[in-house]
């Protein structure tokens, strides 16, 4: 890095430029190869088993995987007291790499994410980097504000962070005009209609909470919540961010009242105006239900319209965490029957970075009239807000309406998504999930050997099922867990890496197909799953 002066004292000129160039280029060079490596590990996906590669321990393109106490003395994390300058960079990059899960892969198929779209390869001379290792890693590179873990992100970083509106203007217009768009789509049509962007579906989650509570109860804004014993609702098979918000905000964990699905896992609206009577009878104060589109596990979409009906009949405020299935309102064919009635909340949540591949973090709250967020959040500071108008709509220090002050301009990746794409290929992009996401359930259906568990038809990407040799499933709950665990561990070392979640009769997998699935893939993963079940004598 340059230094600051000369030995004579003078100031030293500026060379970062050139130094961000190098930086650029070393990084560059591994980082190409690792997505390359995915591409090519997709042709093999179908026989159940991705390319080995050689050297170090079980090695696919998908992960070496290691233990955390090995993979500690592999990495060798040390602090080195002088500069390593670039060749000490490339060496730990080049780690990073190497142990890293490739979410470019075609058997990544475990979270409620995958790949980018070639957005993060178009929009800087860097070219695409990978989220990987659950996006725990963004290859932070020693000089101001670059990443190029996130891709379209460079741009970002190399961009001011949206703040007020003086020093991120484009930003900040970008993101009115992202979310006001957005909210549209979902039915939001009022001209007060838009909303913001957050770090996350929990943190939307979360502010969706804090500004219901101080819409409903203006007071307790400067009053706390005083007597009040609030009281939320959400669905049995809901996020854990609700709980979490909970603690956070001084309601509670236990105030979180769950609600019985039905079969198919949806929230059922009898049982939630039986479990609001009985709150009020208490003498709690009831005021927030969190209804979800798309849940974790099964992907089901609760009932909107008898919810709304519920919300208005008592005054609470109706959220959707949309974070998982809201997405599919780029298709509105497949949205029909999953998102009937969201526009009747109060606020909803969406996350681009999963279901549409848009970098992380691409994550946005939503609401019906932003002058609600604006009033519940407001804080006014005569040494940063300068941008306060007449109404909502003249209101551009967004900051002002969030948590956070300084924030991530993270509404450009989307809307940089949405220039290079156009909204007809997130379209598509949901249509090719859903198709490979039947496609695997169909196999499963066929095959004597599992048992389905996933609603039927699949409301959502996850597809759900035991592992049962002639479709005889253990009476032991703990054996049936074994057995799924077991098997998902030894796919890794195949190229595949999938998830499970717990069930009354044990655990199962929990299969996360995505808009880049391939057919080939699913037809690999069913192969692979079969036959490592009987090489573990299942």
Request: charged residues 20%; aromatic residues 8%.
């Amino acid at each position: 890095m340059t230094g600051i002066t000369n030995g004579d004292g003078a100031e030293a000129p500026l060379n970062r430029a050139d130094e961000v160039k190098e930086l650029l280029e070393a990084v560059e060079e591994l980082i190409i190869p690792f997505i390359r490596s995915a591409d090519e590990d997709a042709a093999t996906k179908h026989s159940g088993h991705g390319l080995a590669i050689r050297g170090g321990g079980p090695r696919t393109a998908l992960v070496e995987h290691h233990p955390p106490k090995k993979l500690e003395q592999i990495l060798d994390l040390s602090i080195p007291e002088q500069a390593g300058g670039k060749d000490g960079l490339v060496e730990i990059v080049e780690k990073v790499l190497r142990y890293s899960v490739n979410t470019w892969d075609q058997g990544f198929l475990d979270k409620l994410y995958a790949s980018t779209n070639a957005v993060c390869r178009c929009r800087t001379r860097l070219g695409a980097a990978a989220r990987h290792a659950e996006h725990e890693c963004e290859i932070a590179l020693p000089f101001p504000n670059f990443c190029p873990g996130k891709g379209s992100e460079v741009l970002i970083n190399y961009m001011q962070k949206a703040h007020v509106y003086q020093v991120s203007p484009v930003l900040t217009l970008v993101e009115k005009h992202t979310t006001k768009h957005l909210a549209h789509r979902f039915g939001y049509t009022s001209s007060h209609a838009g909303g913001i962007s957050q770090p996350g579906g929990s943190a939307s989650n979360s502010s969706a909470i804090v500004i219901a509570r101080n819409t409903l109860y203006p007071e307790t804004k400067e009053e706390g919540n005083g007597d009040r014993r609030f009281t939320l609702f959400t669905s049995a098979h809901g996020h854990y961010s609700l709980e979490k918000a909970a603690q956070m905000f001084g309601l509670g964990s236990k105030n979180v009242i769950p609600v019985p699905v039905d079969g198919s896992g949806k929230m059922v609206p009898e049982e939630l105006e039986r479990l609001v009577k009985e709150s009020k009878g208490r003498g709690e104060t009831p005021f927030f239900i969190n209804a979800t589109a798309g849940t974790t596990v099964l992907g089901s979409f609760d009932p909107f319209p008898a919810l709304a009906a519920i919300a208005k009949a008592h005054n609470l405020w109706l959220h959707v965490d949309g974070s998982w299935g809201g997405s599919v309102i780029f298709n509105p064919e497949i949205a029909k029957g999953r998102l009937d009635g969201v526009e009747l909340a109060d606020s909803i949540a969406v996350n681009p970075h999963k279901m549409l591949g848009v970098p992380m973090t691409s994550s946005f709250l939503l609401a019906k009239d932003l002058r609600q967020f604006w009033k519940a959040m407001t804080l006014p500071a005569g040494y940063l807000f300068h941008n306060a108008g007449e109404s909502v709509d003249d209101i551009y220090d967004l900051a002002d309406l969030t948590p956070q002050c300084g924030r991530r301009a993270d509404a450009l990746k989307f809307f940089l998504s949405l220039q290079y794409y156009g909204e007809q290929h997130y379209a598509g992009v949901v249509a090719n999930a859903y198709q490979q996401a039947e496609y695997l359930a169909s196999l499963i259906k066929a095959s004597p050997h599992f048992v389905f568990v996933s609603p039927d038809p699949l409301p959502c990407l996850q597809v759900c099922f035991y592992w049962a040799r002639d479709g005889k499933l253990s009476g032991d709950k703990e054996e049936n867990g074994r057995v799924t665990s077991e098997v998902a561990k030894k796919l890794i070392s195949r190229g595949f890496m999938i998830d499970y979640a717990p069930g009354e009769k044990g655990k199962f997998f929990r299969v996360v197909v995505n808009g880049s699935t391939r057919r080939g893939t699913v037809e690999g993963l069913v192969k692979g799953i079969e036959e490592c079940a009987g090489e573990l004598g299942f």
